[in-house]
């Protein structure tokens, strides 16, 4: 997963130099005063225990961060070809503790880089048999699980957030739906 953003942000993203500075006061209507704006243009919300470690630019815009997390939120596993892909949509106080780019909106969406081993941990094993033999297309739920390897990057002009499933604190699966997922 890690490797298709950094192919889709080095084919679609034209980073210029204005992307990545910091502007005079926080620009997302999710920040609050507290938080700050590094001059690598990221937004570290107050009380967040992630560190940025690193920030890549050129024909990418990518930042990188330590630490570890808790975030709860609802979660979807779709299978897509025989890769299994998860996503999760953090609720507002995970949210708050979320770094993002400093202009962009705060985190929406959080992919989970190893959306395998989160599935075998927060769904049965018959019902990931489902999904696979498409006898289900996708399992919706809620979870507060513990992330590290945060990550965010700016790919076709729109930021993307991921992360890797450590463990869970609390699931409640909510069911298996019968549609296609989201939508863009």
């Known amino acids: 997963m890690r490797n298709l953003l950094t192919i889709a942000a080095a084919l679609c993203v034209t980073a210029g130099?204005?992307?990545?500075?910091?502007?005079p006061e926080p620009a997302a209507a999710d920040s609050s005063a507290a938080d700050t704006v590094p001059a690598q243009g990221i937004v570290m919300p107050s009380g967040s225990p992630l560190r940025l470690a690193s920030i890549k630019r050129g024909n990418e815009l990518a930042a990188t961060f330590t630490g570890r997390v808790e975030v709860s939120g609802t979660y979807e596993i779709e299978l897509y070809g025989k890769d299994i892909y998860a996503r999760?949509?953090?609720d507002a106080k995970s949210r708050a503790l979320l770094p993002y780019w400093d202009g962009r909106e705060?985190?929406?969406e959080l992919y989970i880089s190893n959306a395998l081993e989160?599935?075998?941990?927060?769904?049965?094993?018959?019902?990931?048999?489902?999904?696979?033999?498409?006898r289900l297309p996708l399992?919706?739920?809620?979870?507060?699980?513990v992330a590290d390897e945060y990550e965010t990057n700016v790919e076709c002009d729109a930021s993307h957030f991921s992360a890797r499933f450590v463990?869970?604190?609390r699931n409640v699966?909510?069911?298996?739906e019968i549609g296609s997922g989201g939508e863009c």
């Open 17 to 23: 130099p204005g992307l990545a500075q910091a502007s």
């Open 88 to 90: 999760l949509w953090p």
């Open 106 to 108: 705060a985190v929406d």
């Open 118 to 134: 989160f599935a075998r941990s927060v769904v049965s094993e018959e019902e990931l048999a489902k999904l696979k033999a498409g």
């Open 139 to 145: 399992i919706r739920g809620q979870a507060t699980i």
């Open 167 to 169: 463990s869970v604190v």
């Open 173 to 176: 699966e909510v069911a298996g």
